[in-house]
């Protein structure tokens, strides 16, 4: 019993922060503004990692590299971890280790463009003007909108994020598969 809880502990503690560090990436990348409360609340919860790594990781064209390699170090960090309290000896899977840590990387990524388009979706049933909209509309769009040139238009009613969350469901099972079959275990 003990084991299941420290493994959810885990889960739940590094998923947050690793999609903490993907989403700051993501912020940056797609140009949303670092004054937004968003931006600045996921940059005060990330800056103990990705300062020291921006010193020696410098980002290019518009991509924080530093919070992407912060976000490999948790999800290394976070399977050998997982792998310690299965009873296993992680050095000498390390290799392929490594391998699953990137596939965690993957997952939590699929994860939070999940998260963040429910939550885009509710947001504009339930209050289109929230001041989070904007941001939200602004992560999405590189998503939703190659997906809304592909489907018809049903009168304001806009299926893309149904699309969108089966796509990345397809893909989660298979991120999911092939780290349970690289591991005896899931991560």
């Not at 990436?25 to 103990?48: E, K």
């Not at 050095?91 to 994860?111: C, D, E, H, R, Y």
Request: hydrophobic fraction near 65%; charged fraction near 10%; glycine fraction near 4%.
């Amino acid at each position: 019993m003990f084991g299941d809880i420290a493994r959810f502990l885990l889960n739940t503690i590094f998923t947050l922060f690793g999609a903490a560090l993907l989403m700051r990436a993501w912020l940056q990348f797609v140009r949303v503004p670092p004054y937004n409360p968003v931006t600045h609340a996921i940059q005060q919860a990330t800056n103990w990692l990705v300062m020291p790594l921006r010193r020696v990781i410098p980002g290019v064209r518009g991509i924080d590299w530093a919070s992407i390699v912060a976000a490999l170090i948790a999800a290394v960090v976070f399977v050998l971890l997982m792998v310690w309290l299965a009873g296993i000896d992680p050095l000498g899977l390390l290799p392929t280790l490594l391998i699953v840590a990137v596939l965690t990387l993957v997952k939590w990524a699929l994860n939070l463009v999940i998260w963040v388009t429910i939550l885009m979706a509710l947001l504009s049933w339930l209050n289109p003007r929230s001041p989070a909209m904007p941001v939200l509309l602004q992560v999405t769009a590189p998503f939703l909108n190659p997906l809304r040139r592909i489907l018809p238009n049903f009168g304001g009613l806009d299926l893309s994020p149904i699309l969108l969350f089966v796509i990345v469901q397809v893909l989660l099972m298979v991120v999911t598969r092939a780290a349970v079959s690289l591991t005896m275990f899931g991560i």
